[in-house]
């Protein structure tokens, strides 16, 4: 079975700085997707961004990043020039490429911008 | 906006009672997940539907049942409520039939109390 581990309950960054979420999994698999999901009060989750395993190379959004270490099952989260519009809470999830099981949540990180 | 709605919004219901909630896809997607995201915690899969089957489900109970409809808007009915049913419930949309969401949106949910 797969897991995800958000190891950070809470983090609050300076308006403008720049803040590293962390996330681990446990999988079995070799084939997958990560994403970084944001819930923002409104409660509708968003996607922030995916990373495909099989790609080496680091997934981009504008100010968000993300650091795959494959070989570490890590996958942490990376805003520069944090927004107060940031403040919210973000999930990391997995999926297998096999597509045999639905989405694994973390149990989230509360990311608190500060003007 | 995502296009996914869900009704209603906030519900408080009494131990022992029955519940249904509703969700509607965005347009195109003939699959749809649904989420149970208690407080604290990641979403957790309850069941999904592609083309008005049941394709998969979580470590859920019988009492918590769906139905998708020809229009592809899908609903979660929870009998017997219990205490620790009170939770956000997710409905998320896709246009994939496995559980490979890459593209998968979620409605805003629905806040179910119970007392």
């Known amino acids: 079975a797969q897991t995800v581990t958000q190891s950070q309950p809470e983090m609050s960054v300076q308006e403008a700085e720049t803040v590293t979420l962390s996330c681990t999994y446990d999988t079995s698999e070799n084939n997958y997707y990560l994403f970084w999901y944001k819930q923002p009060p409104s409660r509708q989750m968003i996607l922030v961004i995916r990373?495909?395993?099989?790609?080496?190379q680091n997934a981009t959004e504008n100010r968000f990043s993300v650091n795959f270490q494959k070989a570490a099952k890590s996958f942490s989260l990376k805003i520069s020039d944090s927004q107060l519009g940031d403040t919210a809470m973000y999930f990391c999830a997995f999926i297998a490429h096999s597509g045999n099981t639905p989405l694994v949540f973390g149990k989230g990180t509360r990311l608190s911008v500060i003007a | 906006e995502t296009g996914v709605t869900q009704s209603p919004t906030h519900l408080i219901k009494t131990r022992g009672q029955q519940v249904t909630l509703r969700c509607s896809s965005q347009?195109?997607?003939?699959?749809v997940s649904w989420y149970q995201q208690a407080l604290g915690q990641g979403p957790q899969f309850i069941f999904q539907?592609?083309?008005?089957?049941?394709?998969g489900r979580g470590n859920f109970p019988p009492r918590f049942s769906g139905l998708q409809f020809p229009n592809y808007s899908s609903e979660l009915n929870v009998n017997a409520l219990e205490l620790d049913d009170s939770a956000l419930y997710l409905c998320a949309s896709s246009s994939s039939r496995g559980f490979l969401n890459t593209e998968a949106f979620f409605g805003q949910g629905t806040r179910l109390t119970v007392v």
């Open positions: 990373q495909e395993a099989y790609k080496q």
């Open positions: 539907y592609y083309r008005e089957e049941e394709n």
């Open positions: 347009s195109g997607h003939n699959t």
